[in-house]
């Protein structure tokens, strides 16, 4: 059975002209002032048509967003694979099974993130046959889709594997992987290639700034947070 990346294309990354328009969503982000900040000199000409209502939903912001002129960023941008619990999002309490809520940082490191890499889900969450999902995690973890900033998840597409994460990566791309739990196999997977020095182990559930660590660890970091 070939791996998983290579049913997708390397590194768990879909071509062609639908996929390509998930990065122009970065546009979005220009809405907020933030947003620009985070990205200076990626912006050009965004256009928003007005939704029927002055709240409109999620699913009528994401659809009734058209993005005239955007510069699309690069494939040749290494691939960053995101865990999500215990990384993006941490636990209320100790418990295996409580509920969870936004980790600090989160946003902001979604908006750096999504702007110099190529992200993947990397997450129980995304697997297939998992009905959770990325976005209803982050909405039901405290997350204001409503703000167009988080229309960076729509950015972020779930990496290919149904046993192993490892499955999902290509060990000869430029790639960087972030997870609050690597199993042993994962570990192991790693030093067979040579590459454990691409995984960044951090848990948001034990350090608040987990991903201010994370961040400083990945190339070209300049990280400016609050």
């Avoid at 993005?67 to 494939?75: E, F, I, K, N, S």
């Avoid at 997450?123 to 995690?137: E, H, K, N, V, Y």
Wanted: charged content about 25%; hydrophobic content about 40%.
């Amino acid at each position: 059975m070939a791996p998983a990346y290579e049913k997708m294309g390397v590194g768990g990354h879909r071509s062609g002209p639908q996929h390509r328009r998930r990065r122009e969503l970065h546009s979005k982000l220009a809405a907020s002032p933030a947003g620009v900040a985070a990205h200076p000199g990626l912006w050009s000409v965004v256009v928003t048509r007005a939704a029927p209502s002055s709240c409109p939903t999620p699913s009528t912001a994401r659809s009734n967003t058209a993005v005239v002129a955007a510069r699309l960023m690069p494939d040749n941008l290494p691939f960053l694979y995101l865990d999500i619990d215990g990384v993006l999002l941490r636990r209320r309490h100790t418990g295996m099974f409580d509920g969870f809520e936004l980790a600090p940082h989160c946003l902001d490191f979604l908006i750096w993130a999504t702007s110099r890499f190529r992200c993947r889900w990397l997450s129980m969450r995304c697997r297939p046959g998992f009905l959770d999902g990325s976005r209803r995690a982050f909405v039901q973890a405290g997350a204001r889709i409503s703000d167009p900033r988080w229309a960076v998840v729509n950015l972020i597409e779930p990496a290919a594997w149904r046993v192993e994460k490892t499955e999902a990566i290509d060990p000869a791309s430029d790639f960087w992987w972030i997870d609050d739990n690597p199993s042993e196999h994962d570990r192991d997977w790693l030093h067979a290639h040579n590459r454990q020095d691409r995984l960044i182990e951090v848990s948001s559930d034990r350090d608040p700034d987990a991903l201010v660590h994370a961040k400083s660890r990945l190339p070209g970091a300049r990280w400016r947070s609050g």
